[in-house]
């Protein structure tokens, strides 16, 4: 029997029978921003219903006509405005510096075995001091301005960063790394080239953890000691019993690490293209 | 035709690794030489330390004892100026088809607008064009493989040191692939180090086949394969195939293991 083996023709794989599952009505993309729409409303309603029939005390809980005309003043005045952007810059900035910090750090770690042998423990026993803790010194070091909540974010991202990018860099595959010494690569040509590309994901995905950390540490800065801010807003607001400008804050921050968590989502998706790249086209020999 | 040459002599080669009841001798005053153009097949039962012989070839491992001759010159090892390739194809997946054949050229440093030159002129030979910026996780095993052999290829290696390349593809891939590296051994002259244990591949693609004892490896016997084949398939298909094929089965005892 002779056999020749076509070289370079396609061969085309059967196409996968694929079962519809049954699907409601409301499972598409525009029915579920309905229902989810809808549930809100529902909260708010009840809410307000429970106000008004006395079953909720507004003065400990507030109101949602109370928190939505508070709204709209705070945003006519601007001062919602300016606070949230203030907020915002603090988290981002402790974000960003946090997290190029840490993950530089982390990386560097994986050039020298000893160094980051000696350095483990301190890291674990830093990181397993609650960072929040830190807030009343970092406020007697950095004043009650800006540099203080960008600190305490930084202290708060650097370390997730940090573990995080150690960990990707140890767990780098020795494979490709071997192969690039084969090669004739030196050191710095395997960190860069091997190492470093193969923690992004690692470093990355803490961007989703760390954004969060960054607000937590602008606010809680604010709670401590500042003029300005939606943690300051929240906290003054509250110890004057005025809980619709409690809930206009919370609400704000809740809006704000929403958007930012999908701002995150699309780096996260546009970075890494070849993580995206599907197995459904695959190319057959 | 030139004389045969002795290209790379290994002598007396000594490796032994730390393991749980004192050190194991993976290697044991190994000894043996290659031609220049040769095509050497390494078989021997699995785990007798055929890829330890590489990692020292390729500078990955420094052998406890022994010399290692290049050309005449005792050398350390011959990092940088092999071509390894094992079974995983070790693509990057971030990069492309293209960034992943540059990976060797741009370590060496070669001028970027040249190296990508080189490369696309080298995927096109091998029936890759249009591919150079799909990602592996796109390309099929075959594929990915023959890339990785485009990366070896490139770098213009003094000798290619193959770990089972094949191994993890079906059959028909493995035969394609097998007359892609034979047709490509003769297009750029290289020297060829196979370490397999598929005793098949050996003998179709081989000019030599070595056998290893197992651990610690040894030198056990080395055939001459006398098959003149233009390719691998054509190659089984020779008189002096099966013969080949039952000596070396019972250099393995593969026989007697059986009953």
């Not at chain 1, 406020?139 to 650097?158: E, Y």
């Not at chain 1, 996260?268 to 190319?283: C, N, Y």
Request: aromatic letters at 10%.
């Amino acid at each position: 029997m002779t056999m020749t083996i076509q070289s370079s023709a396609p061969v085309r794989t059967a196409p996968k029978l694929r079962r519809k599952p049954k699907r409601s009505a409301f499972d598409t993309v525009l029915g579920r921003a309905v229902l989810q729409v809808l549930a809100i409303a529902v909260f708010f309603a009840l809410w307000e219903i429970g106000v008004r029939a006395g079953y909720v005390s507004a003065f400990l809980m507030g109101s949602p006509s109370g928190i939505f005309a508070m709204f709209y003043k705070l945003i006519l005045s601007g001062e919602l405005l300016s606070d949230s952007w203030y907020t915002l810059f603090e988290a981002i900035l402790g974000f960003i510096i946090g997290t190029i910090f840490g993950s530089l750090l982390g990386l560097a770690l994986w050039y020298s075995v000893f160094v980051a042998k000696l350095v483990e423990p301190f890291i674990v026993a830093i990181n397993s001091v609650p960072k929040i803790a830190l807030a009343p010194i970092v406020v007697l070091w950095f004043g009650t301005g800006l540099i203080s909540k960008v600190a305490l974010a930084v202290s708060l991202t650097a370390l997730v960063a940090l573990i995080a990018a150690y960990q990707a860099a140890k767990d780098a595959d020795v494979d490709l790394q071997s192969l690039m010494i084969s090669m004739g690569a030196d050191k710095h040509q395997i960190f860069f080239k091997a190492v470093v590309p193969s923690t992004l994901p690692s470093i990355i995905a803490t961007f989703r953890i760390n954004i969060g950390f960054g607000l937590v540490g602008a606010v809680v800065g604010e709670f401590i000691s500042s003029q300005r801010g939606l943690g300051h807003m929240i906290f003054t607001a509250s110890s004057l019993y005025d809980l619709d400008s409690v809930w206009v804050g919370l609400f704000t921050l809740m809006i704000m690490g929403f958007i930012l968590y999908y701002v995150i989502d699309i780096i996260e998706r546009t970075s890494l293209p070849w993580k995206q790249a599907t197995t459904s086209h695959q190319v057959q020999v | 035709m030139p004389p045969t040459q002795t290209q790379l002599t290994v002598q007396n080669i000594r490796k032994s690794f730390p393991g749980k009841g004192g050190d194991v001798n993976v290697l044991d005053d190994l000894s043996f030489s290659i031609n220049e153009r040769d095509f050497v097949s390494i078989i021997g039962p699995s785990g007798c330390g055929k890829t330890t012989i590489f990692n020292i070839i390729a500078g990955l491992l420094e052998p406890d004892d022994g010399t290692i001759t290049y050309r005449g010159q005792e050398i350390d090892s011959l990092r940088g100026r092999v071509g390894y390739m094992m079974q995983k194809d070790l693509l990057f997946p971030w990069r492309t088809v293209l960034g992943n054949v540059l990976l060797g050229l741009e370590t060496r440093g070669v001028d970027p607008k040249e190296a990508e030159a080189k490369a696309r002129e080298y995927l096109k030979q091998f029936g890759l064009a249009g591919f150079e910026n799909a990602y592996p996780k796109m390309l099929s095993g075959g594929m990915r493989q023959r890339v990785a052999l485009i990366r070896t290829l490139i770098m213009d290696p003094d000798i290619l040191l193959l770990d089972e390349p094949f191994s993890a593809l079906d059959y028909q891939t493995r035969l394609y692939l097998e007359g892609v590296l034979k047709d490509a051994v003769q297009t750029y002259n290289k020297t060829v180090i196979l370490v397999t244990h598929d005793i098949d591949e050996a003998v179709a693609l081989s000019k030599r086949v070595v056998v290893l004892s197992g651990r610690p490896a040894r030198v056990k016997v080395v055939h001459e394969i006398d098959i003149d084949a233009s390719s691998p398939v054509t190659a089984r298909n020779d008189a002096k195939f099966s013969t080949y094929f039952k000596t070396l089965c019972a250099e393995l005892d593969i026989q007697t293991e059986k009953t």
